[in-house]
């Protein structure tokens, strides 16, 4: 990979980095600093991230995604069946790791049966199904569960917060799909072997990494566990974890940190914030996505609910504002580098079409 390659594909990293490092001339590194990271968040999303990319490379979800698919006949019915599973994915997997996941499996669908020209379209419906889908467990995203861990929100007072979002997105994104006509499809099938044995013990370390998240086992028995068990079974599931993703947390870890300590952007933030947290958050999201928001403005303000569910809507809109939506961009673009300003165009004015309706609906609901 180039060196202008690897910036492309690591902006948000770069962005972090330079970032913190511009706040250290302000805030010059002391004792303080190790007050900025938390080491809960980091791990548990260490250990999920390691995990999923265990069964992702045994192949199991694709192989229960084309089970789920072979089920369906029209164009319509599979762009469904591959949404609604890249929802349900986001909720256990994270939302990147869910794209990650499924866009690659609705490609070999789509172009199999020479359906290319609604590629674009699912992929978007797909990367909404994550963004929204995810926001209802504190590991669905990463700002939940960072979020989740910083505020210690119980997990039933969690889902409560976001589950009117998390409808009203459903039903949206369900609206949508009666825009992909129900023409006959055959869906192709690729037969995949399945190491049973290795599955049951992958599910167990998923179970172990999603008890860590919800407190009910103490994160550093996980953080034994899971890298253990991957070393001896799969010890590319390690290399393959998105340290990117970690070291881009730790970075606004530090950026946020700094900033807090900054009187005059201690009262800038306070201000804003008073005009209403979720609006506040969800715009913030728009220039410097969900995640370092989500870190940057929870140092400001106790108004959890309404910093949660503003991240996590202000997750549509633009392209930056979610890092799961530069995954579904670069994936297309993979497949079909001639179409990426059209897919831009259909992708903002869907994304945004989401984000005023969401950002309504809750204003109206008293959550603003």
């Known amino acids: 990979m180039s060196a202008v390659s690897w910036c492309r594909a690591n902006a948000m990293l770069l962005i972090a980095l330079l970032a913190a490092g511009i706040t250290v001339a302000f805030v010059p590194p002391d004792k303080g600093y190790w007050?900025?990271?938390?080491?809960?968040?980091l791990a548990c999303l260490f250990c999920v991230l390691a995990v999923v990319c265990a069964l992702r490379n045994m192949d199991l979800f694709s192989a229960l995604s084309q089970q789920l698919v072979q089920l369906f006949h029209t164009t319509r019915s599979v762009v469904t069946a591959l949404v609604l599973i890249t929802l349900v994915g986001s909720m256990l997997l994270t939302n990147d790791t869910a794209l990650l996941t499924f866009l690659p499996l609705s490609w070999f669908v789509l172009h199999a049966t020479g359906q290319d020209r609604h590629l674009a379209f699912t992929f978007i419906l797909q990367n909404c199904a994550a963004n929204f889908g995810g926001m209802l467990t504190p590991f669905g995203n990463p700002q939940n569960l960072y979020l989740f861990s910083y505020y210690h929100i119980a997990s039933t007072e969690f889902i409560g917060i976001m589950l009117p979002p998390?409808?009203?997105?459903?039903?949206?994104?369900?609206?949508?799909?009666?825009?992909?006509p129900k023409d006959p499809l055959a869906v192709p099938e690729e037969p995949i072997r399945l190491d049973q044995k290795r599955a049951v013990v992958y599910a167990l370390l998923f179970c172990l990494a999603v008890a860590m998240v919800l407190r009910v086992v103490p994160y550093g028995v996980g953080l034994v566990i899971i890298p253990a068990v991957l070393l001896v079974l799969d010890r590319n599931a390690l290399k393959s974890v998105d340290w990117g993703l970690l070291l881009t947390f730790a970075a606004f870890f530090t950026f946020s940190g700094n900033l807090a300590r900054i009187d005059a952007v201690q009262m800038f933030f306070a201000r804003l914030l008073s005009h209403g947290t979720m609006l506040v958050s969800a715009l913030t999201s728009q220039f410097i996505s969900n995640v370092p928001a989500a870190i940057l403005l929870s140092r400001f303000t106790q108004d959890y609910q309404g910093l949660l569910i503003g991240v996590n809507v202000g997750g549509a809109g633009t392209l930056i504002a979610s890092l799961a939506s530069l995954i579904t961009f670069r994936e297309f673009a993979k497949h079909k580098p001639a179409q990426t300003g059209r897919f831009l165009l259909l992708f903002l004015a869907v994304s945004f079409g989401f984000l005023a309706v969401l950002l309504g609906a809750m204003s109206l609901l008293g959550q603003a």
Do not use: E, P
């Open 35 to 41: 007050g900025y990271y938390d080491a809960r968040t």
């Open 166 to 180: 998390f409808l009203l997105s459903i039903a949206l994104i369900l609206l949508c799909r009666f825009l992909v």
